[in-house]
């Protein structure tokens, strides 16, 4: 059986903290937020539920996302898991790709596969 998996665009709420492995690796986390949105009739947005992750990732992914900084908007996939964050359930990924977001009509730059 596989672990879930997310893909997603979300907000950096934090910035990246950054440090060894103990096998001599790197690690960067951050903690990003992920806001639902939706059409309205009138052709309009509005914000729907928002859920935040805990999210860590490994030696080249890592350097890449600690390039980005709190209000970065950031493409991540990854696998996922529950933990805390005090006494509140929280999601928490560990992420295997990241990228900037692609807008619609923009030339597509991949950041990490």
Known sequence: MSLPTLHGTGTLISDPKTGPT???GTWTSVVVRFQQRRKTADSG?????AEVASCIAFDEVAAILAGFGKGDSVELKGTVGAGLWGDKPQLKVTV????????KGAVERRVAA
């Open 22 to 24: 103990k096998t001599g």
């Open 45 to 49: 947005w509005v914000d729907g539920h």
């Open 96 to 103: 295997t790709a990241c990228r900037k977001p692609v807008r």
